[in-house]
């Protein structure tokens, strides 16, 4: 065969960082793809598992009474039995998903990392991969979250791009893990902004907004409609061009609609902040009140998310993701009536407990995202003196600190 100068011969490796609930089901939906498109993609997918022992119980397919109840490594059992037991327990992974319990060496010469942990975690990790990534790497993150330093505010991909000078977009939408992992049908939304230096059959972006300066480098505009201080190193004609097509072809199922656009401040507050009215109906829920007070909850949660999009992010957002994408209205309905943060938060009110209490006692190892965005945002509010233009999300942040009865909810808004 002979091989056309310029021509892609390399394939991406693809890499997801995470292993939890959403982490082993994106792997998994994604090495379903990397399988079915071996032209664009090599086919196994590295799987990176923060290690800890589990003990498989007798009553389990997987109990070997040679190892009876010692505890073993998460990693070896996934790769063994094809099955992540702690966190996505009874469905069948394939055999191309590869656990690895080395952050370094699952992230070595892959060029697409999907970021897909809880939120809290994103700094350590960006740390120990920063020299170890291929330059021209690219990501997506499935995070929902924010980072918040004092009176700044960063979208996780924002702060995955600064941090390791790689391009990053986002996917997010009504999404609950079990479900999908179920091969139940759902739809998200991915935002990618193509780097124009990625694309190496066009002269311009998918939304022309990147341009070579001259250094090899490319400069590109970020979230907030600025000319990034990250330079990116574009990507190699030597690979498959990375744009929406490629995107759609790596996460999209029959079982899972992806609809990709540009505005990755739209999906990634969308599913940040959503967390934050989904514990407030848990509240509201927990105390008694029924679905016609979570729908001023809701309403009321769609109003402030907006407002905050229009205050710290006017020169991008844009609104009708909120109304038309999966990563919005979806996202916010699935959240406050069937997800965790819902649920949990719900159960706190009608124990009489914490929300922290509950996600000790009950949620084996998995994390309620909702607690840690209220009290970032709060705190970013407050550092900017605007919150009492955000009455809801502070009601939550003082919920949580039992500083504010759920009872007390109509009064204080309506203040
Ligand atoms: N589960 C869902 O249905 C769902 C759906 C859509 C989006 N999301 C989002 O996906 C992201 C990941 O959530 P998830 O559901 O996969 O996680 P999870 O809550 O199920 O699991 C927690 C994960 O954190 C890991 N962990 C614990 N300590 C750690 C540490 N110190 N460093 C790194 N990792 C550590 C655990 O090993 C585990 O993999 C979150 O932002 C969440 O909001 C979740
Ligand atoms: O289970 P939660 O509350 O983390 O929410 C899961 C997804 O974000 C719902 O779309």
């Known amino acids: 065969m002979t091989v056309t100068e310029g021509a892609p011969r390399l394939r991406h490796k693809v890499t997801v960082i995470g292993s939890g609930n959403w982490g082993t089901t994106v792997a998994k939906l994604v090495a379903e793809n990397t399988a079915g498109h071996p032209d664009l993609f090599e086919e196994d997918v590295q799987m990176w598992v923060y290690e800890e022992k589990v003990t498989i119980a007798p009553d389990s397919k997987h109990y070997d009474p040679a190892v ?27 055999r191309n998903v590869v656990a690895n319990p080395s952050l370094v060496d699952a992230v070595k010469d892959s060029s697409v990392l999907i970021f897909n942990l ?48 790689i391009y990053c977009g986002a996917l997010s939408g009504a999404n609950i893990a079990s479900e999908i992992a179920n091969e139940q049908w759902c739809e998200t939304t991915i935002a990618y902004n193509t780097p124009a230096g990625d694309l190496h059959n066009s002269s311009s972006s998918s939304n022309g907004k990147t341009a070579s300066n001259g250094d090899g480098l490319i400069e590109f505009t970020d979230s907030r409609g600025r000319v990034s201080k990250t330079k990116l190193t574009p990507m190699p004609a030597t690979y498959p061009t990375l744009d929406h097509d490629e995107l759609h072809k790596l996460f999209a199922r029959p079982y899972f609609t992806v609809s990709m656009v540009s505005d990755v401040v739209g999906v990634s507050l969308g599913g940040a902040l959503k967390n934050i009215v989904a514990l407030a109906c848990g509240f509201v ?51 406050c009536t069937s997800a965790r943060n819902w649920r949990y938060s719900k159960m706190a009110v009608e124990r009489g407990v914490t929300v922290e209490e509950i996600e000790k006692t009950e949620l084996n190892g998995q994390k309620l995202q909702g607690i840690s965005t209220t009290r970032e945002v709060a705190s970013f509010l407050k550092a900017k003196g605007v919150q009492d233009k955000y009455p809801l999300f502070m009601l939550v942040e003082g919920i949580l600190d039992a500083n504010v009865d759920v009872e007390d909810i109509p009064a204080l808004i309506r203040k």
């Open 68 to 94: 009876g109840d010692s505890p073993q490594n998460l990693t070896a059992v996934i790769n063994k039995y094809h099955e992540n037991v702690k966190y996505l327990p009874g469905i069948a992974l394939p």
């Open 118 to 165: 809880p939120h809290e975690f994103i700094g350590n990790i960006c740390r120990q991969i920063k020299d170890h990534i291929l330059p021209y790497a690219r990501g997506i993150s499935c995070i929902k979250g924010v980072t918040v330093s004092e009176d700044n505010i960063e979208l996780i991909c924002e702060y995955i791009s600064e941090t390791l000078g």
């Open 285 to 335: 829920e927990g105390h008694g009140w029924n679905m016609t007070a979570k729908t001023a909850v809701m309403r009321r949660g769609m109003l402030e998310m907006i407002a905050f999009a229009r205050e710290f992010y006017p020169e991008t957002i844009q609104e009708k993701t909120f109304w038309e994408e999966s990563a919005g209205w979806g996202d916010m309905i699935v959240s």
